[in-house]
């Protein structure tokens, strides 16, 4: 079984930046897919950004320039560099992981295994 563990959240003011990591355990091999997904209270689960096994990404429109997702497989980690932060950003953010055909995709479904959640706060 794999666990995901988030972490690099935090409050921040506007403009900022987070770096969220998501270690992962358990695998037997590299060969996986992420993404992280957040969520606001009230709001359904957003896919934020994905990236696939060959390094392909997709983003979600409202953070497409501002966020990076990236992957060290020899650390079995996984990032979200959040840069240019908003308010509108405030969420728990969640790692997710996958090996599936649906590498690449910001559905929740998709994923198997996901984190606990780390909360980002951004104020004005």
């Known amino acids: 079984q794999v666990q995901l563990v988030e972490s690099g959240g935090g409050s921040v003011q506007a403009g900022g930046s987070l770096r969220l990591s998501c270690a992962a355990s358990g695998y037997t091999d590299t060969t996986y897919c992420i993404a992280w997904f957040r969520q606001a209270p009230g709001k359904e689960r957003e896919g934020v950004a994905a990236?696939?096994?060959?390094?392909?990404?997709s983003y979600a429109d409202s953070v497409k320039g501002r966020f990076t997702i990236s992957k060290d497989n020899a650390k079995n980690t996984m990032y979200l560099q959040m840069n240019s932060l908003k308010p509108e950003d405030t969420a728990m953010y969640y790692c997710a992981a996958t090996q599936s055909l649906y590498c690449g995709s910001r559905v929740s479904w998709a994923y198997h295994y996901w984190g606990q959640g780390t909360q980002v706060t951004v104020s004005s």
């Open positions: 990236i696939d096994s060959d390094s392909s990404t």
